[in-house]
């Protein structure tokens, strides 16, 4: 579970994109993926100490947030529409996620009335503004994660939604 949340988004993109999938070529990937869940499993089992749900709501927004931006950076290395990088910068941050939930029979966050895809578009949109001024690469970068992240944890902590349909 832990390798798909990981890797889905961007094995998409990849796909789509028609380059090569990023683990394949880099097992340091799959490696990091693996060993992260296990020292996670390790801690949650080992210790005393119950993590509250909004501690693991608050990391899946930061990967959220960093792989939307991460996701856009790479489609705008080739040379994509600017909507298609952040389409692809999306797909990158909630596809995995997406995949996670299918697989534990959960109803994914991307289909909720959270904000959710929407900071992921919001961070994939940052970026692709920050890019066209004059600043260093990683101002860019940190900052269109930050601006993602702040509103995520604003959407979790004030409960931002956006409207929902009446069945």
């Known amino acids: 579970m832990a390798f798909v949340t990981a890797v889905g988004g961007g094995t998409f993109r990849d796909l789509v994109l ?4 990023f683990w394949i070529d880099d097992s340091n990937y799959i490696l990091i993926a693996v060993g992260a869940a296990i020292a996670a499993l390790l801690v949650v089992r080992s210790s005393k100490y119950h993590f509250p749900r909004r501690t693991l709501l608050v990391a899946d927004a930061a990967g959220l947030a960093l792989f939307a931006v ?3 950076q790479k489609a705008m290395g080739q040379d994509v529409a600017i909507a298609t990088a952040i389409l692809m910068g999306i797909l990158t941050g909630v596809g995995g996620g997406m995949i996670r939930d299918v697989m534990a029979q959960k109803v994914p966050l991307v289909l909720r009335s959270e904000l959710y895809a929407t900071v992921a578009a919001i961070g994939a949109g940052s970026y692709v503004i920050l890019s066209l001024l004059p600043l260093p690469y990683l101002v860019q970068t940190i900052l269109s994660i930050a601006i993602a992240l702040v509103i995520r944890i604003g959407a979790i902590k004030w409960k931002w939604s956006l409207p929902v349909y009446p069945r």
């Open 70 to 72: 991460l996701g856009t």
């Open 18 to 21: 028609d380059v090569p999938v």
